[in-house]
């Protein structure tokens, strides 16, 4: 029961800021809502009942920590969702959470390099230059005059994030104990996946190495830049990367001013997107506006800048194609292709019935493919198509929730720059090229190659392969007829057994009453009751017992 003291701080917290009258349709009913307006009673002339309510939420999240601070920046990202109101304060986590002072931050940068910070920078800036729910940056200049920052975790915060992992663990485990979707949600195994990428985050190095390795996939590219990662004075606690100047994306009164081509840039971000997903298998999965900075050289051409690699998002080779496949399909408005395809990658089970699936998806697709392009909310649509797969049982699939989130998070984002964004036409090319290349003769001739080495390799193994192949095909063969000829004798034995079990039920009931009714044999038979006896036990002998 470690996960009361978070649940409980989690429900004062909620009290404390009244949440219940932020989002008046998401408060509990029935007895639980009568008990939380209950507890909320200290709390209501408090002075947190007097700020607004966007402002009561944004603070309240930012009190409860990391993973309430991320899910504020995933709703800051749909301001097509929200109130203006409430996407304009909640923008301010992406990148402005409250810093820490203490322990000071030239404390925290010795201690991982294990030397005075002056051996290794030139300037250290004390106050942050950004603050975020898991770390905080600072900016510093190297001894050979390089401008770079300096990113630190936040100190405790491992031990919040602990707390609250259980506290989602407890809550996913009665979900799937008690909700009759429990189990197709999957809710344990998606907190064990954020559980995994979130702790994740509090190693700099792993970060570091997925700045690298985005840095090189985009290498010379221009439509995305990655900071260099200085490994020589990076540690797990700090990392230490070059400084970018460019235009925070969310700002778009600035991007305006420089003469940035904001279709442009809305149609560049979707094409990263596609490009890490479908080509690469290696994406950026915080996409929020605080990650991303646009470069002030060639505004019509306009390229991003991403930093805060922690969480990437990779996808098998056989989700990766089944996921494009099944777009091009909803594209193409081709139901039937989109029903087998979710059978036959199991994402429903195999019984069901494909012509139904169809119907489904049809009634969820065509209407929304009546609206103009341009008013089709691709994030909505994916919720509508997962709502009525659900009804066939599908399950959640953990590989995939990252993709979905960093889809709505483009999504939201290209929204914002261009209100105009239509991802359906520009991912549809990019998709229908994706499969083109994938079945053309030099495609699978290249990977015809990378798997020679390994059947090469195997080769010399082949004969003994085949000789085990056959030896256990020959084993198994020899079990089933032997588990097959057991059945078939048990199955004789049963009857045996059932007819011997009647047969001496009747008998006994024959003796019982010949014995409760000794005059029953001499009066109505005319046969004295040790003759009956003796004959019965003969005809039993005689007939049964052979």
């Known amino acids: ?112 390099l294990g030397r005075p910070w002056q051996e290794v920078f030139s300037e250290l800036s004390l106050g942050p230059l950004a603050s975020a729910s898991v770390a905080q940056v600072h900016c510093a200049r190297l001894l050979s005059g390089e401008e770079v920052v300096i990113k630190v975790i936040r100190p405790g915060i491992e031990k919040t994030i602990v707390e609250d992992i259980k506290l989602l663990k407890w809550i996913a485990s009665l979900v799937e104990k008690h909700l009759p979707v429990g189990r197709r949600l999957r809710p344990r195994e998606v907190i064990d996946d954020y559980e995994k990428i979130i702790l994740d985050e509090l190693n700099l190095l792993a970060e570091g190495a997925n700045a690298t390795q985005l840095r090189r996939n985009f290498e010379h590219s221009p439509l995305l830049y990655v900071p260099k990662v200085h490994w020589e004075f990076s540690r797990i606690n700090l990392l230490v990367m070059e400084r970018i100047y460019g235009t925070p994306v969310a700002d778009i009164d600035s991007l305006r001013a420089q003469g940035v081509n904001l279709k442009k840039l809305a149609e560049t971000g979707v094409e990263i997107f596609f490009t890490q997903v479908f080509n690469h298998s290696f994406f950026h999965a915080d996409m929020h506006p605080g990650n991303i900075f646009i470069a002030r050289h060639s505004p019509e051409n306009p390229q991003y800048i991403a930093i805060d690699c922690a969480i990437i998002g990779s996808l098998s080779k056989n989700d990766q194609q089944y996921l494009a496949r099944n777009l091009l399909a909803i594209f ?78 483009v999504e939201g984002l290209g929204r914002q720059l261009y209100p105009e964004l239509d991802l359906w036409t520009t991912a549809m090319p990019f998709l229908e090229d994706w499969n083109r290349r994938r079945m053309r003769p030099t495609t699978l001739f290249k990977a015809l190659q990378e798997n020679v080495p390994d059947w090469i390799e195997q080769l010399p193994y082949l004969p003994q392969l085949m000789i085990d192949t056959l030896t256990q095909s020959k084993q198994l063969t020899a079990i089933n007829e032997s588990l097959q000829q057991r059945i078939e004798e048990d199955a004789i034995q049963l009857q045996l057994q059932r007819a011997r079990s009647l047969r001496n039920g009747l008998i006994l009931a024959a003796l019982a009453a010949a014995c409760l009714l000794p005059q029953f044999s001499t009066v109505m038979l005319g046969v004295p009751l040790p003759s009956l006896l003796l004959g019965v036990g003969a005809v039993y002998l005689l007939c049964f017992k052979r």
Not at 338 to 349: F, Q, R, S, T
């Open 332 to 409: 193409q408005r081709d139901y039937r292709k989109v029903a087998e395809l979710h059978v036959e990658c199991g994402w429903v089970p195999r019984k069901t019935k494909v012509h139904e699936f169809e119907a489904a998806m049809r009634s969820v697709c065509e209407p929304i493919f009546e609206k103009p392009l341009k008013d089709i909310s691709f994030g909505h649509l994916l919720v509508q198509l997962f709502r009525t797969a659900g009804r066939f049982n599908m399950e959640v699939q953990p590989s995939l929730v990252l993709l979905q989130k960093t889809l709505l998070n």
């Open 1 to 112: 029961m470690s996960h009361i003291p978070r649940l409980l701080k989690l429900v004062n917290t909620a009290a404390r800021y009244r949440l219940d009258q932020v989002a008046p349709q998401l408060q509990p009913g029935g007895l639980a809502g009568a008990l939380f307006k209950l507890w909320c009673l200290p709390w209501s002339a408090g002075a947190a009942t007097r700020l607004k309510p966007e402002v009561r939420l944004r603070l309240a999240l930012e009190e409860l920590g990391p993973i309430y601070i991320k899910f504020g920046q995933l709703l800051s990202t749909r301001r097509d969702f929200l109130p203006p109101e409430l996407a304009d304060e909640l923008q301010s986590l992406q990148d402005n959470v409250p810093g820490f002072s203490s322990p000071g931050i030239a404390s925290l940068v010795e201690e991982a």
